[in-house]
């Protein structure tokens, strides 16, 4: 692990981070290695700016082989709608430089990537901002379990449809079922 301090805040560089977006690289074009970056730092933004605008701050940043998780100041209790808004907020900006760039003219790989990395994390796992979300409003209710349980069933659901792509597709399609499947037993272990 690497830490250091910036802007106040601790960040934590895991190997694993590293060691699992290499895998994802090897089977990818090196020229994107900088955007795929620069969309994670985008998306990470969105949920900082959010975060002050709820009048709180950023204690730490970790990323690892997981994702990169992002650990608030504690301030007393955090209402779900400040909570909402905030694992919302990563998606948002991702969702606004793609709609910026497209409507300016500019394609090509950074804008489809911005949208992409919106669409990946509103996915229902708890580890990304979409199953976080979900976590939130359900946690506590009645349905709690069932809901659970469908969330269960549509994660398989992803991994068999990610299986089938990877089958049909080759290598294009396999970090789609590496991710699902290591998302899928992230989400197990919590």
Do not use: Q, W
């Amino acid at each position: 692990m690497i830490g250091f301090r910036i802007f106040g805040c601790n960040v934590r560089l895991y190997f694993s981070f590293f060691v699992f977006n290499g895998l994802i690289f090897l089977m990818r074009s090196g020229g994107l290695v900088l955007a795929f970056y620069t969309v994670c730092a985008v998306h990470e933004a969105g949920h900082i700016i959010a975060v002050a605008l709820c009048g709180g701050s950023v204690r730490s940043v970790e990323l690892s082989g997981a994702g990169i998780r992002m650990n608030m100041r504690k301030g007393g209790t955090v209402p779900l709608r400040n909570s909402i808004f905030v694992l919302l907020a990563g998606p948002a900006a991702n969702i606004a430089v793609f709609l910026i760039m497209m409507l300016t003219g500019c394609g090509g790989a950074f804008p489809l990537l911005n949208l992409l990395a919106a669409c990946y994390n509103m996915l229902p796992y708890r580890s990304l901002d979409g199953g976080a979300v979900i976590s939130h409003i359900i946690s506590g209710t009645v349905c709690e379990t069932t809901a659970d349980a469908v969330l269960t069933a549509v994660k398989l659901l992803i991994i068999v449809f990610a299986g089938a792509a990877a089958y049909l597709c080759g290598s294009v399609a396999l970090t789609l079922l590496i991710a699902s499947s290591a998302l899928f037993i992230g989400d197990i272990r919590r």
